[in-house]
């Protein structure tokens, strides 16, 4: 089965920001993006915040992987 999960880690290095900048640009909690790490899900404001400091589209933080 395929399955997508969010990685922003690439875009992320591109930008040289670190989590605590990251979630300062996103007015977001240094642990909030601890969170968006490991969960499965991202409601669309936040996912739109992310995409808008990342300067990437949503299709660019999602990655496919098999699920066995």
């Known amino acids: 089965m395929i399955s997508y999960k969010l990685d922003f ?6 930008k040289g920001l670190t989590d605590s900048e990251l979630a300062r640009r996103m007015n977001i909690s240094r642990s909030s993006i601890g969170y968006l790490k490991v969960r499965n899900g ?7 915040k992310l995409c808008q400091v990342l300067e990437v589209e949503p299709k660019d933080l999602f990655v496919k992987y098999e699920v066995k």
Not at 42 to 48: A, E, G, K, P
Request: charged letters at 30%.
């Open 9 to 14: 880690s690439v875009p992320q290095k591109k």
């Open 42 to 48: 991202i409601d669309f404001d936040t996912l739109t």
